[in-house]
Structure formats: structure tokens, C-alpha cells
């Protein structure tokens, strides 16, 4: 699986946008990037998924660009209860039935102050 | 809330011990994978399993062994335990068809001290 690299920490401000941007080089043509969040004692929580372009949801935006050897994670005016460690991992895809195991960094430990 | 379920929440034991930790995927998910949480190692995938049969296996060691039953829960079996085993372990679950983002829904987990 390609590996992943992306700030150890950010901090902001509630209110603010935050954007977390992660380097995935070798990303393969068929992977995913993929970003999960982590609250602390608890099992990480998919946010977001996509392949190329921008994928939206209700909780954040991803955007990939054409040579999609990074991506942003994108959280609209953030809270307190935003603060978390961002994982982003790159692999799998829904062609495989079974699916593939996640391979986490380090994440990206965002904090934010009121 | 998940819909995936761990048991026990705490367990504390001693070296040399054997435990079993429980998981019960979410309704109708097939594939099963078990991930381990140090504060040194960070979380790192053990093993999987997709509708009862091993999938694929990754930094296990030869100690823990796991099995997914017909109903397709799950159960993790640590044995000969020692301190450095303590840590998260969480259990993740998966529709397992193709298609759809490609979503695992994580467990609470089960915090192993061994003391």
C-alpha cells in the first residue's frame, strides 16, 4: 500500500476552516485515499473517500488533484469536539469484495481552541 | 454508535495468561478485521476475516490466533501474554460487496492490561 505522509499536528481556532493536506506519491491507479478520525479510547471513524477530483459530504470535503499523488482533507468551521487525529491511508477501493486492511500512519492530531 | 460490538471493555491479566476478546459485526457485514493499538506502535491490522475463512493476515504474532464462527462473530485469543501486549484492540467490520465507499466500522474496542 503506498505510504502516506502528512502533518503530526495542527492547531485552530473554532470557526476556522481547517485543511489537512496528505503526500501520497506512489498512490497506485487502482487505490483510494481515505481519511478517518480518532477520538481518544475510541475506534477510528471513516469521514471521507474518494479517487479523484472532489468528493463533499455532510461533514467534509476531499479534494484530489489530477495527479492525485496528494489530497486535502477539508473541515468547514470546526468546533471543539473537531479536535482528533486525522488519519489518511491510501489502498483498497471496492473491487475487492472482502475488502483490504487499513494501513494507518501517524495521523495528523488537530486541536482546537475556543 | 457502530453497530459493532466488543467484549470485554477492560481486561486486566497477567503474564503469562490467555484471553479471548469478542467482536460482533454489524448486521449483515461479512468481513471481520481485528487492529492493535499501542501507544508506541500505533494501530496497526492483525488479521481479517471474510465470511468464516482467514483473508489476510498482517503484523500477528504466532501468540494470537482468531476465528470468525457461522454467525460471523469473531473471537481473538491471546496467549502466553506478556507486558508488551497491553493495548487497544479494536474489531472493525465490513459489508463486504463491491461498489460504495469503502467503509469499516470500528468496534469501542477491548483495553488489555497485563500486569
Known amino acids: 500500500l503506498a505510504k502516506t505522509t502528512q502533518p503530526i499536528s495542527m492547531d485552530s481556532y473554532e470557526g476556522q476552516e481547517v485543511n489537512i493536506t496528505c503526500s501520497h506519491n506512489n498512490i497506485a491507479t487502482n487505490d483510494y485515499i481515505t481519511w478517518y478520525q480518532q477520538f481518544p479510547s475510541q475506534g477510528p471513524r471513516f469521514i471521507i473517500q474518494g479517487y479523484k477530483t472532489k468528493v463533499t459530504n455532510e461533514v467534509a470535503s476531499l479534494f484530489i488533484p489530477a495527479d492525485r499523488k496528494s489530497s486535502t482533507l477539508s473541515l468547514p468551521r470546526v468546533s471543539l469536539s473537531d479536535t482528533a487525529v486525522y488519519y489518511c491511508l491510501v489502498g483498497g477501493g471496492t473491487s475487492n469484495q472482502a475488502g483490504t486492511a487499513l494501513i494507518f500512519g501517524k495521523g495528523t492530531t488537530l486541536s482546537v481552541s475556543s | 454508535d457502530s453497530g459493532v460490538t466488543q467484549t470485554p471493555k477492560h481486561l486486566i491479566t497477567a503474564t503469562g495468561q490467555r484471553v479471548t476478546l469478542r467482536c460482533s459485526p454489524r448486521?449483515?457485514?461479512?468481513?471481520v478485521y481485528w487492529y492493535q493499538q499501542s501507544l508506541d506502535q500505533g494501530l496497526q491490522f492483525l488479521i481479517q476475516?471474510?465470511?468464516?475463512?482467514?483473508?489476510a493476515k498482517g503484523n500477528i504474532l504466532e501468540r494470537f490466533s482468531a476465528q470468525q464462527f457461522p454467525d460471523l462473530h469473531s473471537e481473538l485469543n491471546l496467549s502466553s501474554l506478556e507486558l508488551g501486549d497491553s493495548a487497544l484492540y479494536f474489531c472493525?467490520?465490513?459489508?463486504?460487496?463491491?461498489?460504495?465507499?469503502?467503509?469499516?466500522?470500528f468496534g469501542p474496542g477491548t483495553r488489555l492490561t497485563v500486569l
Open positions: 476475516y471474510y465470511n468464516g475463512e482467514e483473508r
Open positions: 448486521s449483515g457485514d461479512l468481513s
Open positions: 472493525a467490520s465490513r459489508r463486504g460487496l463491491a461498489g460504495g465507499p469503502d467503509e469499516q466500522f
